[in-house]
């Protein structure tokens, strides 16, 4: 079956540089979460959309931003990292509000040098 | 707000021996509980879940969870511990709105088990 596809898996950025991290849903998805996870701890609300809108915003910086696009792909682009960003990024999808749960991609390790 | 607490951040079982997480919520509404499991430098993958049907949740691998009201917990059991059940695992509680739930994480619980 399909599941939730993130790219790219590994990404190194340094200090004040911009990333692009995506997710492809599971088709028919159409609501898309954003996590972060940082080292040893455990992973933190961002954000997510639901049919191409935004439905909830949690700890996201300002410096971060994230859409929803026609194809229900997101992206979530970081500018101005800092070190403090290096983390594992999760991106989640599922049909509507996910009341049984949702399907989590594999990850985004992002390090910031 | 809703929140999530897992009592021990690192459990250590023998192979063969019960896997025992503990896992209490707080939730001013009838609450949507997950136990996710995550190996080394991989995602979540969902255990099991109590979405307020049957209290005694039956999920992956061998994992059961027990819904309790008056105790708010949903502690994550397995009478028989393996080897490839060493990970990470996190117990959740959703915030459900309208157009999809966040999900609020506890802080995980590190399984090591033991030959």
């Known amino acids: 079956a399909a599941g939730v596809i993130q790219s790219p898996r590994h990404l190194i950025k340094e200090k004040r540089e911009t990333a692009t991290l995506k997710c492809y849903p599971i088709p028919r998805h159409d609501t898309v979460y954003w996590y972060q996870q940082g080292p040893g701890q455990d992973p933190q609300f961002l954000i997510s959309?639901?049919?191409?809108?935004?439905?909830d915003k949690g700890s996201i910086p300002d410096r971060f931003s994230a859409q929803q696009f026609s194809d229900y792909h997101s992206e979530l682009n970081m500018s101005s990292l800092e070190l403090g960003d290096s983390a594992l990024y999760f991106c989640?999808?599922?049909?509507?509000?996910?009341?049984?749960?949702?399907?989590f991609g594999s990850g985004t390790r992002l390090t910031v040098v | 707000a809703q929140s999530v607490t897992q009592l021990g951040s690192h459990v250590s079982v023998s192979e063969g021996a019960l896997v025992l997480l503990r896992c209490n919520y707080s939730s001013s509404v009838p609450p949507y509980l997950f136990w996710y499991v995550q190996y080394p430098n991989q995602g979540l993958q969902l255990l099991l879940k109590?979405?307020?049907?049957?209290?005694l949740v039956k999920g992956i691998n061998g994992f059961e969870a027990e819904f309790k009201k008056s105790e708010t917990s949903f502690h994550l059991t397995k009478p028989s511990a393996h080897m490839s059940d060493a990970a990470e695992y996190f117990c959740?509680?959703?915030?459900?709105?309208?157009?999809?739930?966040?999900?609020?994480f506890g802080g995980g619980t590190r399984v090591l088990v033991k030959p």
């Open positions: 109590y979405t307020s049907a049957a209290t």
């Open positions: 989640a999808s599922s049909m509507g509000q996910a009341l049984r749960g949702y399907t």
């Open positions: 959740a509680v959703s915030d459900v709105k309208a157009a999809g739930n966040k999900l609020t």
């Open positions: 959309f639901y049919e191409k809108m935004q439905s």
